[in-house]
C-alpha cells in the first residue's frame, strides 16, 4: 500500500518502520519538513517526505500521528484531500498523567476527526499501547482493538495492524470509539500511579 504518514514523532518512526519492513511504501509528513525528511531517511529507500497535502494524495491509508492539541490544525490543511481514504485515528484526548478525556461526556475523538473530515473514513486503531510497542522488533503480539463504519477502511486497517506484527479485532461502529478511549484514559490513569495496567483487566480463557 501508500501509507502517508502525517506526524515525525516516535508512534510515526514505529509503524512506519514496521510497515516499511511489510513492504508497504510510506511518504513522511509534518510541520517540520526537515524532521519529515530525517525520519524517511531512517525509514530507509521505501520513504520518502513531502507537504502534508501531497502525503494525502493517491495514499490508500493516512496515519493521524499527531497530538490531539495538533489534529484541528493538520486536517485543516489537508482540507478536500482525503475524499474516501481510509484516515487512521491513533490520537489520545486525554489529560496527561490523569487519563481523563477532554472532550464533553458522550463524545469521542475519532468522532471529532470524522467531523473536521467529513468525506475520509476513520477507523480508530493504535491509540492504546505506546510507541515502544511497534519500535521494539522483540516486543510480544498484542491485540488492537478497532473501529470504524465503512467496511473498506476496516479491511485496510486490519491489514495494517497485521503487517504492523498484531491481531486486529473489530469492535463495531465508529459509536464504539468513546469506549476504547476510555480504555485507554484507564490504562494512562493506572501507568502513571505505578500500577502495572495488566493486573487491573480479569484474564479470561484464551
Not at 124 to 146: C, E, G, M, R, Y
Request: hydrophobic content about 45%.
Amino acid at each position: 500500500m501508500r501509507i502517508a504518514i502525517l506526524g515525525t514523532g516516535t508512534m510515526a518512526g514505529a509503524l512506519g518502520g514496521r510497515w516499511v519492513r511489510a513492504g508497504h511504501e510510506v511518504t513522511v509528513a509534518g510541520r517540520s519538513s526537515a524532521r519529515a525528511r530525517e525520519l524517511a531517511a531512517r525509514l530507509g529507500k521505501r520513504a520518502r517526505s513531502a507537504t502534508v497535502r501531497e502525503a494525502v494524495i493517491g495514499a490508500d491509508a493516512v496515519l493521524l500521528a499527531v497530538s490531539w492539541t495538533g489534529v484541528e490544525e493538520v486536517l485543516h490543511s489537508v482540507a478536500g484531500a482525503l475524499n474516501g481514504t481510509t484516515l487512521i485515528d491513533p490520537t489520545n484526548s486525554a489529560e496527561h498523567g490523569i487519563g481523563v478525556l477532554t472532550l464533553r461526556a458522550g463524545a469521542s475523538g475519532a468522532q471529532r476527526i470524522a467531523d473536521l473530515a467529513p468525506n475520509a473514513h476513520v477507523v480508530k486503531a493504535f491509540h492504546l499501547f505506546p510507541a515502544d510497542q511497534w519500535s521494539n522488533p522483540n516486543s510480544p503480539s498484542v491485540t488492537v482493538a478497532i473501529c470504524g463504519d465503512e467496511p473498506h477502511a476496516l479491511h485496510t486497517t486490519e491489514t495494517l495492524v497485521r503487517d504492523a506484527g498484531a491481531e486486529p479485532a473489530v469492535l463495531g461502529g465508529l459509536d464504539r470509539a468513546r469506549q476504547l478511549e476510555e480504555v485507554a484514559g484507564f490504562v494512562i490513569g493506572l501507568a502513571f500511579q505505578g500500577f502495572d495496567p495488566r493486573s487491573a483487566i480479569p484474564h479470561g480463557p484464551a
